[in-house]
């Protein structure tokens, strides 16, 4: 099964980039990964955030396969720890999907229509923190929980 990472647009932040470039070359020694930055929406800024919410749920559900597991990064998602979050990997990664996609939104976060799709929802903190920011967060946490999984000394207790 293969591993994706989805998010909508590019970084502001070079120290972003290159934290999330260490982990994308670190993953892929562990499972078929690959990040896909998703296209910002064409004149964003002359609309609400209700219709931008919508245009990039259009944008994502066309992406989308139907037999695909779609985990939105979502605050008020299911919070796990790093351990019971490699436990979830584990599981979800012995599952029939051809691909499991986990999905950034955009900064007002997801449309009506991407929650109905979805088949989790996990958060990474009650706290709030950038879509750009929770890059970088998830692709540690998604890195640790395979090291996890291979008993290699990454992750303390």
Known sequence: MKVEFWVIG???FSYLDEGVAIYTKRLPHYLPFSMTVLPDVKNAKNLTKAQLKDAEGKLILKALSANDLLV???ERGKELTSVEFSKFMDQQLMMSHKRIVFLVGGAYGFSKEV?????RKLSLSKMTFSHQMVRLIFLEQLYRAMTILRNEPYHHE
Do not use: G, H, I, V
Request: proline fraction near 0%; hydrophobic fraction near 25%.
């Open 10 to 12: 590019k970084t502001a």
């Open 115 to 119: 929650y109905e799709r979805s088949n």
């Open 72 to 74: 939105l990064m979502d």
